[in-house]
């Protein structure tokens, strides 16, 4: 059974950073993508960025690109996003997500395993 498990949330004031942990278990097939979504309250889950498991990064968003930093660690099964500068907008639950069909990272609608997320949330 595939499992993503999400750390590293917290509470942060504006312009701090965190680093949000993905550590994934149980998948043995040839993953694709790995990526972070984030939901904030009252919204739609929107994507923020993906890698490949050749280490290609992508991001939803320029806005994103320039704060948020996607990488991972192939020996630990593990995901990681620096997320640097933070605003209060950023506020909302962060998800990790695999994608285990033949589709590039930013086909954002095909992830198809999802964590349970962690809560980041920053104060003005």
């Known amino acids: 059974q595939v499992q993503l498990v999400e750390s590293g949330g917290g509470s942060v004031q504006a312009g701090g950073s965190l680093r949000l942990s993905c550590a994934r278990s149980?998948?043995?097939?040839?993953?694709?993508?790995m990526a972070w979504f984030r939901q904030a309250p009252g919204k739609g889950r929107e994507a923020v960025a993906a890698?490949?498991?050749?280490?290609?990064?992508?991001y939803s968003a320029d806005s994103m690109k320039g704060r948020f930093t996607i990488s991972q660690d192939n020996a630990k099964n593990a995901v990681y996003l620096q997320m640097d500068s933070l605003k209060p907008e950023d506020t909302a639950m962060y998800y990790c997500?695999?994608?285990?069909?033949?589709?590039?990272?930013?086909?954002?609608?095909?992830?198809?395993?999802w964590g349970q997320g962690t809560q980041v949330t920053v104060s003005s």
């Open positions: 997500a695999l994608m285990s069909g033949p589709f590039s990272c930013g086909s954002w609608q095909k992830y198809d395993y």
């Open positions: 149980g998948y043995t097939g040839s993953s694709n993508c």
């Open positions: 890698i490949s498991a050749g280490g290609a990064s992508s």
